[in-house]
């Protein structure tokens, strides 16, 4: 190289740089998920996010129960970016439109909390991030743990219908593949028999457990438990429209707690799944662990909540801020 092209090279790299430009300027714009993204853009977001989750729940408790399945089925099938609360269009189905999304609901007021964060900061907070957050503070209104949860997160464009099956993960499938399935996210056996505790809340539909009822009772079941299933689901083709279900825990169906992995231990899991984790030899040490011990379960939950929450997200400059959580923002 010549002296006279080498100096041309040392200007022109001294000229961007008085320019603001490094060869670190890419890196600097897309710092990922950080604690706090919003405290300069939107410093009250993580604030309102939690007064409006605290006001919903204390006017329709299942509400938590919403925020806590929203995070499993975003942040699960490929990318953590709300691509779960776009609403079906002429040229794609929804997530939320299909078979496995059954039973979700409350979308709505996941629409409430973005309502109030766009009155105070407008186009600058992701639905991805509230789907998060929000689960964060149902998970605490449950009484479960505070997990201090990173933001960032930007807005998906289209709908993962057609690969869901592909990534989430199914009650009726084998522990093998629950375990694979969340092991491809990085969340360990641990982390997995601590998520399948979010099992401790909420309700199971009868149209997803009758085949342990009918035509023939599962020899596994508890048969203590088995009068109160019949009584909650006395069809064996239930109506799906109906609102037929049994509670996930009768103890304390309204508290996040440890009791979930009690009732397994005593085949009283209403699922498949749950009967695999109580005793399946590579997740069973783990289940007894946690139902010693609340808070080494709800430290492992913690933890898979939190990997989860990182799954693939888009960051930086990657796909967009809705302006409504339901649809896409229109292309200029």
């Not at 996941?110 to 407008?122: F, G, S, W, Y």
């Not at 186009?123 to 949860?149: H, N």
């Not at 299933?229 to 440890?258: E, F, H, S, W």
Request: glycine share 6%; proline share 5%.
């Amino acid at each position: 190289m010549s002296s006279s092209w080498c100096l041309f090279f040392f200007l022109a790299l001294l000229s961007l740089s008085t320019l603001g430009f490094s060869p670190a300027l890419a890196e600097e714009e897309d710092p990922g998920l950080v604690m706090d993204f919003y405290r300069d853009s939107c410093p009250q977001a993580e604030d309102i996010i939690r007064e409006q989750v605290k006001l919903l729940y204390k006017r329709h408790k299942n509400t938590a129960f919403s925020w806590l399945r929203n995070i499993f089925h975003d942040c699960a099938v490929e990318s953590c970016d709300a691509s779960l609360l776009l609403d079906t269009t002429r040229r794609s189905l929804s997530e939320k439109d299909t078979d496995r999304s059954f039973g979700l609901r409350n979308f709505r007021y996941l629409d409430t909390i973005k309502e109030a964060v766009e009155r105070e900061c407008p186009e600058v907070v992701s639905c991805a991030d509230i789907l998060v957050l929000s689960a964060r503070e149902g998970i605490v209104s449950l009484g479960g743990p505070y997990i201090p949860l990173k933001t960032g997160r930007r807005d998906g464009r289209r709908s993962r219908a057609d690969i869901l099956e592909q990534y989430l993960p199914d009650h009726n499938e084998s522990i093998s593949v629950v375990l694979e399935k969340f092991g491809a996210m990085g969340i360990d056996t641990s982390g997995v028999v601590a998520l399948l505790g979010a099992h401790s809340v909420g309700r199971t539909h009868c149209v997803k457990l009758v085949h342990r009822l009918y035509p023939e009772v599962d020899p596994q079941l508890n048969p203590d438990h088995l009068p109160h299933m019949y009584k909650k689901c006395p069809d064996a083709i239930p109506d799906p429209k109906a609102v037929q279900y049994v509670r996930n825990d009768r103890g304390t169906p309204m508290i996040l707690d440890n009791n979930y992995y009690n009732n397994i231990l005593d085949n009283k899991g209403l699922l498949l799944v749950d009967h695999q984790l109580a005793h399946d030899k590579r997740t069973r040490p783990f289940v007894k662990k946690m139902a010693k011990s609340q808070d080494y379960f709800f430290k492992e939950f913690s933890r898979a909540i939190t990997l989860l929450s990182e799954n693939n997200p888009l960051t930086g400059s990657k796909g967009e801020i809705r302006k409504q959580c339901n649809v896409a923002n229109k292309q200029h």
